[in-house]
């Protein structure tokens, strides 16, 4: 079966550091791959996609960056943390298919 | 690009009762139709999902009917329980672009 990690599950950063959240899907093979931020409230806002190893697409621009040095693994990073930069991080993968699926979440706290 | 509108934003219904969430989309390229469920801390969970050449599928207490004339589509939760009390969220998937988007989500509160 397919499943999906993502680490850490929280994380609490000062203003100015670096940030490397990792995301890691297991079962499957050349996955599409997703990056999204859901900030205090609900929404859903779509930061990355990959359909193939280092092919990445941004789809809002900002001071994040994201990298997929393996077919199973994505990475989302940050040279230099905002305040604005809190929020519930979401990796998600998608098979060869229609159904996304996503991992767990990592909490993101800048003060 | 493609626009998906939810409503409501909030929704509170008896135990028992049925709940129903609707969104609509702008762009009949659309063609798949997911809904996820996320419960508080977690990650969204798929939970039905339906298909533009279908116009309804059902899951045990879960449905979800779609209308591509109108462009909008519904999940319809009977029999509701406590534990379906979450923020359940709409998407279209736009194959041209490789991309979900979202509506912004409903807050389901199921009063015991």
Do not use: M
Request: with cysteine.
């Amino acid at each position: 079966s397919q499943t999906i990690h993502q680490w850490p599950a929280t994380l609490v950063q000062p203003v100015g550091s670096p940030l490397s959240l990792e995301c890691t899907v297991e079962g499957t093979s050349n996955p599409n791959l997703y990056w999204y931020r859901q900030a205090a409230g609900r929404g859903l806002q779509l930061l990355f996609y990959s359909v193939g190893i280092g092919q990445i697409s941004s789809e809002v621009p900002q001071n994040l960056s994201a990298s997929r040095p393996q077919d199973r693994q994505f990475i989302l990073s940050s040279k230099k943390l905002l305040l604005s930069d809190s929020g519930f991080y979401l990796c998600a993968w998608r098979p060869r298919g229609n159904e996304q699926f996503f991992g767990p979440g990592t909490r993101l706290t800048v003060l | 690009g493609e626009n998906v509108e939810q409503h409501p934003s909030t929704l509170s219904v008896q135990e028992g009762d049925s709940a129903v969430i609707k969104c609509t989309y702008s762009d009949s390229a659309s063609n798949y139709f997911p809904w996820y469920k996320q419960e508080l801390g977690k990650g969204p969970q798929l939970i039905i999902d339906i298909r533009s050449n279908v116009g309804e599928k059902k899951d045990q207490r879960i449905a979800v009917t779609l209308n591509k004339t109108a462009k909008h589509f519904s999940l319809h939760i009977t029999e509701t329980q406590p534990e379906d009390s979450a923020v359940y969220f709409c998407a279209a998937f736009l194959y041209t672009g490789n991309q979900f988007y979202f509506g912004t989500g409903t807050s389901l509160t199921v009063i015991p």
